[in-house]
């Protein structure tokens, strides 16, 4: 199936979900999106109480057929305003895991009452630091956004105010070699291989019951996951997700061998094990599939983050649960990387697991 492909669909429906805002807790344009996008390739689409999207598609395997859950959280990291001073400049939080230094100097969108506004992130200069304040990075809690604001009562005027989500403004864009820089791909990439593979399946037999399902608030404690895996209670479970790679300067092999344009990486265990510990029937079917279905992979056994999956196959008695990710350079940034090659070949090992799932697990 590593087999030349055209990506223009496919890029347009990365850049479709990566461009729309959805900071945690604040996911609605990209859950209506979503929902849009998956009614008519499933029979049943609705958002429960949290604000997870959850279609469903029936198999047609009988009482026998397992029900797989597809994971793929929704919610990018962004801020929230949490002060606006008397010249109209507004301080803020940060909402998610950002890396202060990558924040610094970004232009942003505020969400106000009446809509949008351009803002940018700014700090004291440079020109006039201290010498002792130019050796060390700029604090988050240091940083502020101007939207041109004359004054706090123009920054209401504006629609500004206490609880304003703020989210990084960052258009998908293509770079060489069929690479795309942009914001929020972790975790929208997850979201268009989960959504391209049901348009793979749209006229293929399968016997699974496949529930996919775009979680909220992951970048704050994997909640959306939890809920929603404990009112499916799917049999098996596969969340849809960006892992960092090494193939770029100031990092090992030894450290992250992982690589961009090697394929769809499979996780045996995050967290040094903290996370999750992906069960061997998982690891086996996944494996089988792609070399069925002739898809390079990549192995990962991670020691940094975890994702949905941690939430997941701890849900009631426990749901084996496998992570299959695409490798995205520079994660937590406005700026992260991917291949448009790897998230084809994501969205086909996907596809291809789910005509497969019924072989290896059996309805409980």
């Not at 009988?62 to 400049?89: N, Q, R, S």
């Not at 706090?152 to 960052?170: H, K």
């Not at 084809?344 to 789910?354: G, K, S, Y």
Request: hydrophobic share 45%.
């Amino acid at each position: 199936m590593d087999t030349a492909r055209d990506h223009t669909e496919l890029r347009q429906l990365l850049a479709a979900f990566a461009d729309a805002g959805g900071v945690s807790g604040h996911e609605g344009d990209v859950a209506a999106l979503l929902a849009e996008t998956l009614a008519p390739l499933t029979d049943d689409v609705r958002t429960d109480v949290l604000g997870n999207v959850i279609a469903t598609r029936r198999g047609s395997g009988g009482e026998a057929a397992p029900t797989l859950m597809i994971a793929a959280h929704i919610d990018e990291i962004g801020a929230m305003v949490k002060y606006i001073d008397d010249d109209g400049f507004l301080r803020f939080v940060p909402i998610g895991g950002w890396f202060d230094q990558t924040i610094l100097a970004q232009r942003v969108t505020v969400q106000g009452r009446g809509g949008p506004l351009v803002g940018v992130i700014g700090s004291k200069p440079p020109h006039i630091m201290e010498d002792d304040e130019r050796k060390k990075p700029v604090k988050i809690k240091d940083m502020f956004i101007d939207v041109g604001a004359r004054d706090a009562d123009d920054a209401a005027a504006l629609g500004v105010e206490i609880g304003s989500i703020v989210t990084m403004a960052a258009g998908l864009t293509d770079m060489a070699n069929g690479l795309v820089t942009g914001k929020a791909l972790d975790d929208r990439a997850g979201v268009a291989m989960m959504v391209a593979a049901l348009q793979r399946l749209a006229d293929r037999d399968v016997a699974a019951t496949v529930y996919a399902v775009g979680t909220v608030q992951e970048e704050v404690g994997l909640k959306g996951a939890r809920t929603s895996a404990f009112g499916l209670d799917p049999d098996v479970a596969l969340v849809s997700e960006t892992t960092i790679p090494g193939d770029h300067p100031e990092v090992s092999a030894q450290q992250r061998h992982v690589e961009l344009d090697k394929g769809p990486v499979l996780t045996v265990a995050d967290a040094n094990g903290r996370g999750v510990i992906v069960p061997r029937p998982v690891l086996d079917w996944l494996r089988q599939t792609a070399d069925a279905a002739s898809i390079a992979y990549q192995l990962d056994v991670g020691s940094g983050g975890t994702t949905d999956a941690t939430a997941i196959h701890l849900t009631r008695s426990g749901i084996p649960t496998g992570v299959l990710s695409v490798p995205t350079r520079y994660l937590h940034s406005p700026i992260e990387v991917l291949s448009l090659d790897d998230l084809d070949r994501c969205a086909e090992l996907i596809a291809q697991a789910v005509l497969t799932v019924h072989e290896h697990f059996e309805h409980r």
